[in-house]
């Protein structure tokens, strides 16, 4: 019913999928063209999903799996709910926030275990705990104020004695002096600074209590139904490049930049991207139970910090049912 | 010795802006706020595959948007031209649709068209139309009475009127809405490829800008001020090819009685209808979800009936006021900057070498890479915000009213040649006259351009206000407010737009009655 021009591009990666591939997998069957819509620009921030993509996971799996780059006004929820998207990435306060706006979407699998989000600052005038932060300048979108807001609260630090200035999602505020210290995320403006020579301090916000789950996998309620199959097997490969991504940062870093020539990335950067980034998504947890998996104790403590944000929900909103089929 | 004095101005011109540019960029080395020439050409020499690549992407989609967009306005103001009664129902649904923020319209585009170069063109062609379209109406109707008299004579009708007549002095116009459209449409693109394209221009600016990557990121801004100016450039030559006659003196009686108080009512009620006829046709398209696509009804409930209706209501009184407070100051500085530096071009031409590529170069660079600068200079507070607006609206006045001044009817200027009139003494007397009616069609135009740049600039530098609203909005889905957002901008636009059409009626109807319909 949707858009013959997604059919169409589907068709366009498989082509260029089955340039890559054995000759063998191409002709084995008639795969299925699902999309999955990323959150932002591409990044090693996927590199999982590029790798599942490259050894042919996904096609293995009978799924011919097309990534849809998100961006600065490219929402992940929207193509979700119309169905031009079988999964997106999102974060739990979205994904909670759209589904108060009577989207219904489950989680269906975490990647960021601890939230990126942390607080930026020069080592010459560091913020290394929440107390630090009292008499500063902050550089963030006025968006994000809820999340200064409950590390607040979860701190016990005056929230109005903080200054907030309105700066766009770049470390030149931070840098030319303007602000004392930037929101922002663990793996992107510190990483930038570290390969322009600023090496920044961070305080991650996951370390003081702020448990919101982030780069989290969301489908709605009816493709939970009538599309099982389908989810099962785009998880699996999700899994699966994980896994690899996990073994070998550098390799995934490399493959990210050689599969996207135009989006122009500096492999320095992905490196140190990809590097960081293994700490938020791998855990004592997902070695025990695999990558993407919850607990219901994180899921409490999200519930919890949600409820800072001013958003009230219940575990239902999370569904382990994919992951377990997946593992089982 | 021609030669030499044609070529030495513009060669000058750019000498002292590429000094100017490098002595800017040394002063504030080390702040990553920009980067010189020396940089950003060793950043080009170092890139040309990406850079050409995203350049060929983006100027693709650009030139694509510029034809459909400038077709569209060319379709409609001939509508307009032989359906009169068309005329405010035409100029009313286009001033909706251009009022549309990006921010709403670009996932929604992206859901009804998927992945690829269709968002960027429509938004492109958008960035466009309108700003063709309000002036081409104004140069169909810059046609001396006699003309008209002679067509009426012969028995012809409209049609012929438009073929013969109109669509000859509409021409410079014509011209001035496309020159306003060539950095339009490249920014357009550029934003357009936000909306989750795969490659192009807009997505190296916003990875360069995260990484840090100042070189990158100027050049990536100096090839679309390049771009830009080329075309710019390249239309302003096949406009001085084409129009060689001398513009005709514009003689013509004023019109009669004002309409009734009926139908002026009658027109805005059908522009309504209409308007929420197309809202709800659009909400049928296959893709548009409820969750994401509100229908009128539900901005209504949103407003009046829903729990946190007065909540709601507060939060939009609470962001317009905030916005209100930025709007008219850089409303009126944008519209009197551009007249000012039309006046201050005609009357020192050698200015415009230096003037015009720093003014094509404002608009086609996207704000994202500029703002830090003027961040830094004005500061985050009033004044910033007010001079960000005025750069983004003075652009189309300053280029319709230098087409405007060039209006100014040949024979009178003979006269005043013939008394060895100066420059200053024709200005008063010949060209700002003969401005005026280009002058009112870009203060028209001016007003939603206006009020989206005070979104644009609110949501990336002060975060307060619709904009900031808008874009809050959007990230937590709550999309009943968005739209609601929307229509609270929309309707502002319209009514302002409305406000300087009774201006322009009274003072046109003096210097212009025939751009005065009765």
């Not at chain 2, 939060?315 to 008219?328: D, G, I, P, S």
Request: with cysteine; proline share 6%; net charge neutral.
């Amino acid at each position: 019913m949707s858009c013959p021009i997604l059919t169409r591009r589907g068709m366009l990666t498989a082509a260029a999928g089955a340039a890559m591939l054995p000759f063998a997998r191409q002709a084995a069957h008639a795969a299925t063209p699902v999309s999955l819509q990323l959150s932002w620009l591409h990044s090693v921030q996927f590199a999982g999903s590029y790798l599942a993509q490259k050894n042919g996971w996904w096609q293995d799996a009978g799924l011919d799996v097309s990534l849809l780059q998100g961006g600065p006004n490219a929402p992940v929820e929207p193509p979700v709910v119309s169905g031009s998207a079988l999964v997106g990435i999102s974060a739990a306060d979205y994904t909670a926030a759209a589904v108060a706006q009577g989207a219904k979407f489950k989680i269906i699998g975490v990647a960021m275990q601890k939230n990126p989000f942390a607080i930026a600052s020069l080592s010459g005038n560091p913020v290394t705990t929440p107390a630090d932060l009292v008499g500063r300048k902050i550089g963030m979108a006025l968006a994000n104020t809820p999340v200064l807001q409950a590390l607040c609260i979860l701190n016990d630090v005056d929230f109005d004695a903080i200054e907030i200035v309105p700066t766009q999602y770049s470390a030149q505020p931070l840098v030319s002096g303007e602000v004392d210290c930037l929101l922002c995320w663990e793996t992107d403006l510190p990483v930038a600074m570290a390969i322009n020579g600023i090496e920044a301090r961070t305080m991650l916000m996951a370390d003081h209590g702020y448990a919101v789950h982030s780069q989290t996998y969301i489908a709605t309620e009816d493709s939970l139904r009538d599309r099982r199959a389908e989810l099962v097997a785009l998880m699996s490969g999700e899994l699966r490049g994980w896994q690899a991504y996990q073994t070998d940062t550098d390799a995934a870093a490399e493959l990210t930049v050689k599969m996207f020539p135009d989006a122009g990335l500096d492999l320095a950067t992905q490196k140190l991207q990809a590097e960081r980034q293994v700490p938020l998504m791998f855990s004592d947890l997902t070695a025990q139970r695999g990558f993407g998996w919850f607990s219901d104790d994180s899921v409490q403590a999200n519930i919890k910090t949600l409820a800072l944000l001013g958003r009230e929900v219940t575990p239902d909103l999370w569904d382990r049912s994919i992951l377990e089929e997946v593992h089982g | 010795m021609m030669r030499v004095a044609s070529v030495g101005p513009p060669l000058l011109g750019g000498v002292l802006l590429l000094i100017g540019w490098g002595a800017l960029a040394a002063v504030l080395r080390g702040g990553h706020l920009i980067a010189g020439p020396a940089e950003v050409a060793g950043w080009i020499t170092a890139n040309p595959g990406l850079l050409g690549r995203a350049l060929g992407k983006t100027l693709t989609n650009a030139t694509l948007g510029f034809l459909v967009g400038n077709l569209v306005a060319m379709a409609l103001a001939g509508v307009a031209m032989i359906w009169p009664r068309l005329l405010n129902l035409i100029s009313g649904l286009a001033l909706v649709v251009f009022c549309l923020p990006l921010i709403a319209t670009g996932p929604i585009l992206r859901v009804l068209m998927g992945p690829g170069d269709g968002p960027q063109i429509v938004l492109a062609a958008l960035a466009v139309y309108y700003t063709t379209l309000i002036p081409l109406l104004t140069g169909l109707r810059a046609t001396p009475a006699v003309w008209l008299d002679l067509v009426h004579s012969y028995g012809r009708g409209r049609w012929s009127e438009l073929i013969h007549v109109r669509a000859r002095t509409a021409l410079p116009y014509l011209f001035a809405g496309l020159q306003i459209a060539a950095p339009a449409a490249f920014l357009g693109a550029m934003v357009g490829e936000f909306t989750g394209a795969e490659q192009g221009m807009g997505v190296l600016t916003i990875r360069f800008m995260r990484a840090l990557d100042v070189p990158a990121l100027w050049a990536i801004a100096v090839a679309a001020a390049a771009v830009s100016m080329v075309v710019y450039g390249a239309i302003g030559a096949v406009a001085r090819m084409v129009l060689h006659d001398r513009p005709p003196v514009i003689l013509s009686p004023p019109r009669g009685k004002p309409a009734s108080g009926l139908s002026r009512l009658s027109q805005p009620a059908l522009l309504i209808a209409a308007v929420l006829v197309l809202w709800w046709a659009g909400m049928a398209l296959p893709g548009m979800n409820p969750f994401f696509a509100k229908s009128p009804q539900d901005v209504l409930a949103a407003l009046t009936t829903a729990p946190q209706a007065a909540a709601t209501r507060d939060t939009l009184w609470t962001a317009l006021t905030e916005t209100a407070v930025f709007l008219l100051p850089g409303y009126v500085a944008g519209l009197m900057l551009g007249a000012g530096l039309a006046i201050a071009l005609v009357l020192v031409p050698n200015l415009s070498t230096l003037v015009m590529p720093i003014a094509v170069a404002l608009r086609s660079v996207p704000i994202v890479t500029t703002a830090p600068l003027i961040v830094l200079f004005l500061g985050r507070g009033a004044l910033g915000t007010i001079s960000l607006v005025a750069a983004m609206v003075f652009f189309p006045t300053l280029v319709a009213c230098l087409h405007g001044m060039r209006q100014a009817p040949g024979q009178i200027l003979d006269v005043f040649h013939i008394y060895a009139a100066g420059r200053l003494r024709q200005m008063v007397h010949i060209r700002v006259p003969a401005m005026l009616p280009a002058f009112f069609a870009a203060a028209r135009m001016s007003v939603p351009a206006a009020i989206l740049a005070v979104t644009v600039v609110e949501w990336l530098t002060t975060g307060r206000g619709l904009g900031s609203l808008m874009a809050l909005s959007a990230s937590v889905s709550d999309y009943n407010m968005l739209w609601a957002a929307v229509a609270v901008v929309t309707t502002i636009s319209a009514l302002c737009y409305a406000g300087v059409a009774v201006i322009e009626r009274r003072i046109l109807s003096v210097y212009a009655p025939e751009q005065v319909r009765p």
